[in-house]
DNA sequence: GAGAATCCTGACCATTTGATCAAGATTGTT
DNA sequence: AACAATCTTGATCAAATGGTCAGGATTCTC
């Protein structure tokens, strides 16, 4: 775990001093965080290898974070944050193959770009989601009956083959999320160290295809 | 890497008691630490821990298992070999629809019947898959390459539209073993401890459909 | 039944790790 | 300048943990 190098320190321009370093020394110990727990989990996580990877003390994160719990609890606000509004598009009055096909190849593009925050989320949650409280249960559940009803809508008004909403977004979810999690396997797999943008747009266009298909609607034509 | 094939044994032929409680208890204890493992990760799993799942003082388990990688890469290869022989049914011979459903029904019950080695193997890929060694990239590929070489003979013959074979087991791979891995996830979203086997029966159903419909197969008829 | 092989276990050790603390350094305020 | 608030850090600690070991208990072989 003493592998990547430590972020670098950014120049502190212009305005109060103490804010401005308060904020941006939180967001690299964040980032050092991220990608520690990312790749150990959250008991294979050491603060020294968080602190190392932020350029501070060990004792200088305890400063800012009391704990090693109160870190992974910010890490996984954010990250819960951020796919709160991945499938806004998903709506009663949108055609159905524009708005699935745009929200899997969006979240193709986050698995790409944004990997390590899904592996943290991935690794939390095959454990049991010890540390996510009631989230699931509760917001995510409401998220989800939200965009079920949406594609019950669809399927009543004939737009679309009879399908179980709730498992068909988890199969999205696993058809994207896997490029993230599971990037070990696939480039093991494939024999290359990581797909190009190329590759990803295949992919993007594979699973689309298959999903759009599979609930008996037509793929528009990428362009 | 040392595992206990290493320990000097052998002298009981008959099926006496030293060599039934050596296998009984090595069993135990392996039971003990997949689920240990699945539950908190390579880092997270405390020997102690597994001793005392498997009723045992903890060197005791050092007896059986001199270290705690050693006991890991047993779990590994456990579910490794089990996971080996679970698509045979796909050959150049056999009907694509019939194959892909079979082998889509037996992952979903795969995922329902064993869900803790599954977690275990999502977890250390996630990580990266430090103790895998070289398995990904060797075994696991010339699988899949296999596997792919008979799919694109299905697409040649016109049998299935033109996919991409690796993508589409990964996709396989992905949309089954959530079921598994992300449990947690799915309980909470849809608002029970588990689920029954009717609804792993439709979610085969619901998968298998997609899928098939998605490569431009007509799904057999459940009986 | 005696001696050997195998198995069992409490006690112990070295290291790691999350967290604390006190003292010093820097920045803000008056 | 003087004082307060905030930040930094080396040193340190208590707990947890992987692993060892010596010696006792059980089972096997002859």
Redesign the pocket.
Known sequence: ?ANNDAIPVEPDHGG????R??AS?ERRILDAAESVFAEAGF????????ARRAG????????????????YQQVLTGIVNTWLHTADEITAEADPAHALAHYITAKIELAREQPIPSRVFANEVIHGAPHLGTYLGSELRSWVEAKAKVIRGWITAGKMREVDPRHLLFMIWASTQTYADFAAQISAVLGRDQLSQQEYKAVARQVTEIILRGCGLTPPNPS
Chains 1, 2 share one sequence.
């Open positions: 775990m109060g001093i103490r804010q370093s308060r020394i008991n294979g996580a050491t603060t020294a290898e968080i501070i003390p060990k004792a200088n994160l305890h400063y800012y974070f009391k704990t090693k719990d109160d870190l």
